[in-house]
């Protein structure tokens, strides 16, 4: 019998019952490289960067949290007056601004709306640091000619990467669409459990479940709508649902405007 032969069947009992680790480097970077041409990609498909206006729902926020005469009555009209900027660059890093066209009566509405447009932007700078994951950078997924390790689960493949600042865990079906990322950095843990629609043959990120792992108990859910700007697709809505001991709150995302410059 020959060699190839002897180690297809060596593979194959050993697979049996087990969790399979695909030691061959060619089948593990044909997988992989296949599974990241499988993502929808800004970058690959022309854009260089993108500016938008981001209108936030403060009303619909402040209802929820049962804000009480001062907010209503002082920080909602600045609130509703103020402009938020958001800026994405080639590697999917985000610059976001505001600008307002109101100034606070005094120091105690001056620090409310501090707090609540410094909300605003980590909302939209944490949304912006996973979507870019998916939507600008090739997708979580490792370089298919890097180090990590493609394990054989039956139904999915699970593939960690170890970098020197973080570890990464995915999981993925086996049409290549990843069902759960775990990433653990020595500051913080958190998983992702992603969905995808289709674009074409590729996926294109939906929505997401974030839960914190460690430090302050936190899950987010975020549901995206897109908007076709140029041939690209883009966010047009964003609906952030966080769960806080006080209830559950949702912060709507309106982006408009949006301009583009290609590669």
Same mark, same amino acid.
């Given at each position: 019998?020959?060699?190839?032969?002897?180690?297809?069947?060596?593979?194959?009992?050993?697979?049996?019952?087990?969790?399979?680790?695909?030691?061959?480097?060619?089948?593990?970077?044909?997988?992989?490289?296949?599974?990241?041409?499988?993502?929808?990609?800004?970058?690959?498909?022309? +854009?260089?960067?993108?500016?938008?206006?981001?209108?936030?729902?403060?009303?619909?926020?402040?209802?929820?949290?049962?804000?009480? #005469?001062?907010?209503?009555?002082?920080?909602?009209?600045?609130?509703?007056?103020?402009?938020?900027? +958001?800026?994405?660059?080639?590697?999917?890093?985000?610059?976001?601004?505001?600008?307002?066209?109101? #100034?606070? #009566?005094?120091?105690?509405?001056?620090?409310?709306?501090?707090?609540?447009? =410094?909300?605003?932007?980590?909302?939209?700078?944490?949304?912006?640091?996973?979507?870019?994951?998916?939507?600008?950078?090739? =997708?979580?997924?490792?370089?298919?000619?890097?180090?990590?390790?493609?394990?054989?689960?039956?139904?999915?493949?699970? %593939?960690?990467?170890?970098?020197?600042?973080? $570890?990464?865990?995915?999981?993925?079906?086996?049409?290549?669409?990843?069902? $759960?990322?775990?990433?653990?950095?020595?500051? +913080?843990?958190?998983? %992702?459990? #992603?969905?995808?629609?289709?674009?074409?043959?590729?996926? %294109?990120?939906?929505?997401?479940?974030? /839960?914190?792992?460690?430090?302050?108990?936190?899950?987010?859910?975020?549901?995206?709508?897109?908007?076709?700007?140029?041939?690209?697709? +883009?966010?047009?809505?964003?609906?952030?649902?966080?769960?806080?001991?006080?209830?559950?709150?949702?912060?709507?995302?309106?982006?408009?405007?949006?301009? %583009?410059?290609? /590669?």
């Amino acid at each position: 019998m020959r060699r190839s032969t002897w180690g297809a069947m060596l593979l194959a009992i050993y697979c049996l019952g087990l969790t399979c680790v695909l030691a061959h480097g060619a089948d593990k970077k044909d997988i992989v490289g296949q599974a990241r041409l499988s993502y929808y990609n800004l970058a690959k498909a022309g +854009l260089k960067e993108f500016r938008c206006q981001v209108q936030p729902d403060f009303d619909t926020t402040f209802k929820v949290l049962k804000a009480g #005469p001062i907010v209503q009555d002082q920080v909602l009209p600045i609130l509703r007056k103020t402009h938020f900027e +958001l800026l994405v660059g080639p590697n999917g890093a985000s610059t976001v601004s505001h600008q307002s066209e109101l #100034p606070p #009566p005094n120091e105690d509405v001056a620090r409310r709306v501090r707090d609540a447009t =410094t909300g605003t932007e980590q909302i939209l700078t944490g949304f912006m640091e996973t979507w870019s994951q998916f939507m600008i950078n090739s =997708t979580p997924l490792p370089d298919a000619d890097g180090a990590y390790q493609l394990e054989d689960l039956g139904s999915k493949y699970r %593939i960690t990467a170890k970098q020197p600042s973080a $570890e990464s865990v995915i999981l993925m079906d086996r049409d290549y669409e990843i069902s $759960e990322l775990k990433v653990t950095t020595p500051e +913080l843990a958190g998983t %992702i459990w #992603p969905t995808f629609t289709r674009v074409g043959n590729q996926f %294109i990120l939906a929505s997401y479940v974030y /839960r914190a792992d460690s430090g302050t108990p936190q899950e987010l859910s975020v549901e995206i709508e897109y908007g076709d700007v140029e041939g690209f697709e +883009l966010p047009s809505q964003v609906t952030a649902n966080m769960k806080l001991p006080s209830g559950a709150v949702d912060f709507l995302l309106t982006f408009a405007s949006c301009q %583009i410059k290609k /590669r």
